[in-house]
Structure formats: structure tokens, C-alpha cells
């Protein structure tokens, strides 16, 4: 089945800094990837939709300068948080869809931020 | 009103219950719909994907969606402890739309 790697699955960084989330497709070619923001015993919240070649589509009210996307290739997009503060920790999950029906939809693991 | 609604629970059961999840939702124009299960700092791992009315069945896993009634269900029989995780229903009506999520249910199966 489709299988979704995303990394680090957690990373600890300091304050003001930058950290860059991998999200790969490692069986199929992702035409669109989905970045999440979870919050302890919450739902997903999706921060932003990302088509190869093209800019990413924000939701409303998240800061497209603080995360930035970029999906170069079809089967990596990355997340960089920029300027981290502790504010930004959280659970952040991909998720990659391809062009193969049902194994649309797959996720990452996820990665913990964790701002100190 | 959400576009999906969940329980959020949480639901505890003894080991071997019937587990029965469910989901209600507004939009009439979503036409898939997903069960998926995430254990505590996991990604979610899908279970189920359900395109038309009616049941569907993997193993200890029922998924049913009543289009009619805009509601979906997720039935697991003889629930394990290893079924502990929050269960999100997720759906969207198609092409490369984004999914829509419930709240997730956290179930705990003790034994």
C-alpha cells in the first residue's frame, strides 16, 4: 500500500530558529500533500494544501510567512517553521494523495515540535 | 454547526465488547468517507474508506454509511486492547478536495 515517510518524528529546537519537516511519498507520486496541526486530544487542523510546482494554499488564519511549504518534487514537500516559539509546539502530520483512488489520503507519522 | 460531528468521547468498553462509532454530517455533496485510527503520537493509519450507501466489512471492522440519514458508523467486534486509540471519521465529495474531519472518538478497551 501507499506509505507516506515523514521526519524527524520529533525535534526539540530553541527559540527564534527555523526547523524543516520532511514529508516523502515513498511508493507513488503525491500530486497534492496536506499539512496538519494537532493539538492534545484534538482533531486534525489543516494548515495548508501544497500541489507540485505550485504555491501552497493557506487555511484562514494561518501565517503563510511563519510555515512555509514548498513541493518541489512529487513525492517530497517539506514544512519549515520559522522563527519558532513555544506557541508553534505541536504535532504537525502530512499527508500525501495520489492519483491511486482508495490510497489517496495516506499520512505521515507525524512529527512533536517542541519550542523551548 | 460543524460540518461533521463526532462524539468525542471517551468510550470505555471490557475486552470483547461491540464497539459502535459514529458520525453525522451536513454537506450532502460528500461522497467518501473514511474511518481512521491513531494511536497516541502516531499519524492516523486508515481502516475503512466507504463510497456508497450500505456496509462494508474488513475482518472485525463494519463501516456503514446511510447517505439518506447523513450518518456513518464504524463498528469493531470483539474489541482488543490494542483497539485503545481515538477513531476519526473523515470524509470529502471527491477529486483532490480537502478532508473533512470529525472531532475523533477516544476509545479505551480494557480488559
Known amino acids: 500500500g501507499a506509505v507516506v515517510s515523514q521526519h524527524p518524528s520529533w525535534v526539540i529546537c530553541k527559540s527564534g530558529t527555523s526547523v524543516k519537516i520532511e514529508c516523502r511519498s515513498l511508493?507513488?507520486?503525491?500530486?497534492?500533500m496536506f499539512w496538519y496541526r494537532q493539538f492534545p486530544k484534538q482533531s486534525l487542523m489543516l494548515m495548508a494544501t501544497?500541489?507540485?510546482?505550485?504555491?501552497?494554499?493557506?487555511e484562514q488564519g494561518v501565517e503563510k510567512d511563519k510555515f512555509l511549504i514548498n513541493h518541489a518534487s512529487l513525492t517530497l514537500s517539506t514544512l519549515t517553521v520559522t522563527s519558532a516559539h513555544p506557541e508553534d509546539s505541536s504535532f504537525y502530520i502530512c499527508s500525501a494523495r495520489g492519483d491511486r483512488g482508495r490510497d489517496g489520503y495516506t499520512f505521515g507519522s507525524g512529527t512533536r515540535l517542541t519550542v523551548v | 454547526q460543524k460540518e461533521v460531528e463526532q462524539d468525542p468521547g471517551p468510550l470505555s468498553v471490557p475486552e470483547g465488547a461491540i464497539v459502535s462509532l459514529n458520525c453525522t454530517y451536513s454537506n450532502s455533496a460528500f461522497q467518501y468517507f473514511m474511518w481512521y485510527r491513531q494511536y497516541s503520537r502516531k499519524g492516523p493509519e486508515l481502516l475503512m474508506y466507504t463510497y456508497s450507501s450500505g456496509n462494508k466489512e474488513d475482518g472485525r471492522f463494519t463501516a456503514q454509511v446511510d447517505k439518506s440519514s447523513k450518518y456513518i458508523s464504524l463498528f469493531i467486534r470483539d474489541s482488543q486492547p490494542s483497539d485503545s486509540a481515538t477513531y476519526l471519521c473523515?470524509?470529502?465529495?471527491?477529486?483532490?478536495?480537502?478532508?473533512?474531519f470529525g472531532a475523533g472518538t477516544r476509545l479505551a478497551v480494557h480488559p
Open positions: 473523515a470524509m470529502y465529495p471527491g477529486g483532490y478536495n480537502k478532508l473533512i
Open positions: 501544497s500541489n507540485e510546482g505550485s504555491k501552497a494554499t493557506y
Open positions: 511508493d507513488f507520486q503525491a500530486t497534492t
